[in-house]
């Protein structure tokens, strides 16, 4: 049981730090900070978070000749800002898809949505509820940003999609585990608007402590899931990190003792593209080579509300 494959896709259209500092009059040194990369996906003409994992899933399921019929599970993960109110991208995507059968639900848990879509999914297969399961992990993160605002730290917020096909039929990953919690204490930092009939992300004063939070639990849930599957330290091969802030990402290798080897840093690649992050991260590694059956990966993710989560997988 366990993901089958997974494929990931990106808006057509790039944003550059230059149009940042256009839009925003933040200083370019600053923006450089932030984002790496220098540019970021964003959507195109025509294009739409859910069009975008439905093109994803469109793959995976060519990829592995996996008919329609077969699908009885749809989630559609990520933050809940489909673009669309009062709609499903779920039922929408398995209507494209011509999945006529499935159960086609939205699971929002923002940038830690895709791992516990993941997980639900894995566990229907196991129960027998369904054969394969798709979760689509799809958010619009770069409309979110009110850039004029000058919100700088989500000025890497990009727009991108991936696919994950769950089924028992040749998995590429076991699910082992995962381990999950929310601080509720930071739940009202981050919110929405609707300005000029669009939603944008605001931040109120305080958060004093969100850092260090991060930190403090990222390593108590890695504890706590290698506990529950009786793993230690020394078996991860992997760890992948939502891609929110490098320095973050490496204060908690040290934290853990884990060398920065054993991670993925793809800043200098693309933005922050919600909880399809650490797939992108784990498909750099299998592109690269990197992993062999038996190699047990974390992926670390998290999101607004503010939640956390680990989830083992192991290379089969």
């Not at 599970?73 to 011509?98: D, Q, R």
């Not at 080897?261 to 991260?281: I, Q």
């Amino acid at each position: 049981m366990g993901i089958t494959d997974f494929a990931l896709t990106t808006g057509s259209a790039k944003v550059t730090v230059d149009d940042l500092a256009r839009e925003s009059g933040c200083d370019l040194g600053k923006l450089t900070e932030i984002l790496p990369a220098g540019r970021l996906s964003a959507l195109g003409p025509g294009e739409s978070s859910w069009s975008l994992g439905r093109d994803a899933a469109v793959k995976v399921l060519a990829r592995n000749g996996v008919s329609p019929d077969d699908v009885g599970l749809v989630i559609y993960a990520g933050s809940s800002e489909w673009g669309t109110p009062f709609w499903s991208p779920a039922a929408k995507i398995a209507l494209e898809l011509g999945v006529h059968h499935a159960h086609c639900y939205e699971l929002s848990n923002f940038c830690n949505a895709a791992p516990t879509a993941i997980r639900i999914a894995d566990e229907q297969v196991r129960a027998g509820a369904c054969r394969y399961a798709l979760v689509i992990v799809a958010d619009r993160l770069s409309q979110l940003v009110d850039r004029p605002g000058g919100l700088v730290e989500l000025f890497n917020f990009a727009d991108g999609a991936a696919a994950v096909l769950v089924s028992a039929e040749n998995p590429r990953y076991e699910v082992l585990g995962s381990a999950n919690r929310t601080d509720p204490t930071f739940v009202d930092l981050y919110y929405g608007e609707i300005r000029d009939n669009e939603v944008k992300v605001f931040r109120r004063e305080g958060g004093e402590g969100l850092g260090e939070a991060f930190i403090t639990n990222f390593t108590a849930l890695t504890h706590q899931v290698l506990g529950a599957i009786g793993r230690s330290l020394d078996d991860v091969a992997y760890l992948l990190v939502t891609h929110g802030n490098q320095n973050t990402q490496r204060q908690l290798l040290d934290t853990l003792g884990l060398p920065h080897e054993r991670s993925v840093f793809n800043y200098e690649v693309e933005g922050h593209l919600g909880g399809a992050d650490p797939l992108l991260a784990l498909e750099d590694l299998e592109r690269a080579e990197c992993l062999k059956p038996g190699d047990l990966v974390l992926l670390a993710t998290a999101g607004s509300g503010f939640t956390w989560g680990v989830t083992a997988v192991q290379v089969a």
